[in-house]
């Protein structure tokens, strides 16, 4: 079987995307060491929007970068549909990386010299079951803005073809480090309006970190963090629209 392919769940429980237990990570600069994670454990479900919630160097970014493959814990074990991620080889885990994870970061990273269509279709060539190009876009509401170069679009436009780009190749996952950061509370709904919507439409389990503690209110479920470890976990028993978020 495929390392990397998806196992199903049992019928009538809720499905575990991605599980960590026990989780670690250790940071060594000469002589100095720094513990980002002090044993996480934590399960985020198929479908469900997350917010992790907390200040700066709490373990937040460690934590994702672990979960998509882009960092390998110092102790404990992350796993993907029951599959131990922890114990893939660098290959095993760009497959994941390309097959599986969608990552939004603060910065947009468009590659100045597309529009905004042929951005999203890098990704999608070489995708295993991609959406259109266009679609992607419609989805996050960019319909009107396919032949547009990055320069041409304003922040919250660019950050919108990232979430396009990102979910264009349908992926179990969405990653989102800070996606508003550097918007302003306008703009920065109508980024959040993108991810509630790609969330919704494609059921796409999504992990969401901001340091605003008024994004919250839109998860499902707010998992706060402090000094590497998870100090809080809250269910919101109703998702509020990001345009009824009290920024």
Not at 16 to 43: F, N, P, S
Not at 125 to 144: F, Y
Not at 228 to 246: A, F, K, M, T, Y
Request: aromatic share 6%; glycine share 8%.
């Amino acid at each position: 079987m495929d390392q990397t392919a998806p196992v199903a769940a049992p019928t009538g429980s809720p499905v575990v995307t991605l599980a960590t237990r026990g989780l670690t990570k250790l940071y060594r600069t000469g002589e100095v060491e720094v513990q980002a994670l002090r044993g996480i454990d934590l399960e985020l479900f198929e479908g469900e929007l997350v917010v992790f919630l907390g200040p700066s160097g709490s373990g937040k970014s460690t934590l994702l970068n672990i979960l998509g493959g882009l960092d390998q814990p110092t102790a404990g074990e992350v796993t993907f549909y029951d599959q131990v991620l922890t114990s893939y080889g660098e290959s095993a885990l760009t497959r994941y990386r390309r097959d599986y994870v969608g990552f939004v970061f603060q910065f947009y990273n468009l590659i100045p010299s597309l529009t905004a269509l042929e951005n999203v279709a890098l990704v999608t060539e070489i995708a295993q079951a991609p959406l259109d190009p266009a679609e992607a876009l419609g989805l996050v509401a960019l319909d009107d803005r396919l032949d547009h170069f990055p320069a041409q679009l304003s922040g919250g436009e660019q950050q919108r073809v990232a979430i396009a780009r990102a979910i264009a190749k349908r992926p179990k996952v969405l990653l989102c480090d800070e996606p508003t950061g550097a918007l302003d509370s306008k703009t920065g709904i109508l980024v959040l309006r993108a991810i509630q919507q790609v969330n919704r439409e494609l059921g796409t389990t999504t992990a969401l970190i901001t340091h605003n503690a008024a994004i919250a209110d839109m998860a499902d479920r707010v998992v706060s963090f402090g000094d590497g470890r998870i100090v809080e976990v809250r269910v919101n028993s109703e998702r509020c629209d990001p345009e009824e978020l009290q920024w």
